[in-house]
């Protein structure tokens, strides 16, 4: 099993996690990762690509 990355899905405020995608081979694995165990220096760009997201609809 090679996992891959897939795609940003959303970022829930209320439980405080970043979901996300994973595939392996075709098949997509829905994740999820709580933002106090994010790596700090990837956090700032993990949220603000989520809001970046969010404003755009894509």
């Not at 899905?9 to 994973?22: K, P, T």
């Not at 990762?33 to 220096?41: H, K, L, Q, W």
């Amino acid at each position: 099993m090679t996992l891959t990355s897939g795609h940003y899905i959303g970022h829930e405020y209320d439980r405080m996690i970043v979901l996300f995608s994973m595939r392996d081979d075709g098949k997509e694995i829905p994740c999820a990762i709580s933002t106090s165990a994010m790596d700090y220096r990837l956090r700032d760009r993990i949220e603000a690509r989520g809001q970046q997201v969010s404003s755009d609809g894509t």
